[in-house]
C-alpha cells in the first residue's frame, strides 16, 4: 500500500483575478441578532441612544413601538456575513464605505441575510501584486426586505501564482 499525500483545502477569501464584475455572491448562513447582541455592540461603542437600550423608551414611540436593531451593528454584520466568502486572508485593507442607507430596521429576532456583487475590479496604481475592488453589499431580514446597502472599496492581494507579491503564510 503506498502512501497518499493528504488533500487540504484551506477556506479563504478570493484573489484579485478571481473577482468578476457583475457576479452575486450569496452569503449564508444569515445570522439571528438577538437582544444581547445590540445591547452589547451599542453598550461597547459607547451609544447611548434609547431606542437602542431603553424598552419602555421604545415601546411608547410610534411608529415601531420596540428597540430598533444598532444600524452600525447591522452594517458591521453585513460586511462580516461576507468575509469568509469574498476576503478572508486576502485583503489588504477596506479603503472606504458610501452609499450606507438603511431602508428598514431590523429588530431582536431578525434574521440578516446577505449578498454582494462587485460593481468594479481595477488593478492598484501604487502597489503591484494588489487591486481594487469594489462591492455593493445588501442585507435582507427573513422576509425579504432590504434592510441595508452599503459599497465597500478594498484593496485585494492578487494570487501569488499571477503576481511577484508573496501570499502569506
Given at each position: 500500500?503506498?502512501?497518499?499525500?493528504?488533500?487540504?483545502?484551506?477556506?479563504?477569501?478570493?484573489?484579485?483575478?478571481?473577482?468578476?464584475?457583475?457576479?452575486?455572491?450569496?452569503?449564508?448562513?444569515?445570522?439571528?441578532?438577538?437582544e444581547?447582541?445590540?445591547?452589547?455592540?451599542?453598550?461597547?461603542?459607547?451609544n447611548?441612544?434609547?431606542?437602542?437600550?431603553d424598552?419602555?423608551?421604545?415601546?411608547?414611540?410610534?411608529?415601531?413601538?420596540?428597540?430598533?436593531?444598532?444600524?452600525?451593528?447591522?452594517?458591521s454584520?453585513?460586511?462580516?456575513l461576507s468575509?469568509?466568502?469574498?476576503?478572508?486572508?486576502?485583503?489588504?485593507?477596506?479603503?472606504g464605505?458610501?452609499?450606507?442607507?438603511f431602508?428598514?430596521?431590523?429588530?431582536?429576532?431578525?434574521?440578516?441575510?446577505?449578498?454582494?456583487?462587485?460593481?468594479?475590479?481595477?488593478?492598484?496604481?501604487s502597489?503591484?501584486?494588489?487591486?481594487?475592488?469594489t462591492?455593493?453589499?445588501t442585507?435582507r431580514n427573513?422576509?425579504?426586505?432590504i434592510?441595508?446597502?452599503?459599497?465597500?472599496?478594498?484593496?485585494v492581494?492578487?494570487?501569488?501564482?499571477?503576481?511577484?507579491?508573496?501570499?502569506?503564510?
Amino acid at each position: 500500500m503506498s502512501e497518499r499525500s493528504e488533500k487540504r483545502v484551506v477556506q479563504r477569501g478570493l484573489w484579485f483575478d478571481e473577482f468578476e464584475i457583475g457576479v452575486v455572491y450569496e452569503h449564508r448562513p444569515g445570522r439571528t441578532i438577538t437582544e444581547a447582541d445590540n445591547v452589547l455592540f451599542t453598550t461597547l461603542t459607547m451609544n447611548t441612544q434609547a431606542l437602542h437600550l431603553d424598552a419602555a423608551f421604545s415601546e411608547a414611540l410610534p411608529p415601531f413601538h420596540q428597540r430598533l436593531v444598532n444600524s452600525m451593528f447591522t452594517l458591521s454584520t453585513l460586511v462580516g456575513l461576507s468575509v469568509a466568502q469574498l476576503t478572508q486572508g486576502t485583503i489588504v485593507a477596506n479603503l472606504g464605505f458610501s452609499e450606507i442607507a438603511f431602508p428598514k430596521p431590523l429588530f431582536h429576532g431578525d434574521t440578516l441575510y446577505a449578498e454582494t456583487v462587485v460593481t468594479d475590479l481595477r488593478e492598484s496604481k501604487s502597489r503591484p501584486g494588489e487591486g481594487i475592488v469594489t462591492f455593493a453589499h445588501t442585507g435582507r431580514n427573513q422576509h425579504g426586505d432590504i434592510v441595508a446597502t452599503a459599497t465597500r472599496k478594498t484593496l485585494v492581494r492578487r494570487s501569488p501564482t499571477s503576481s511577484s507579491v508573496e501570499a502569506p503564510a
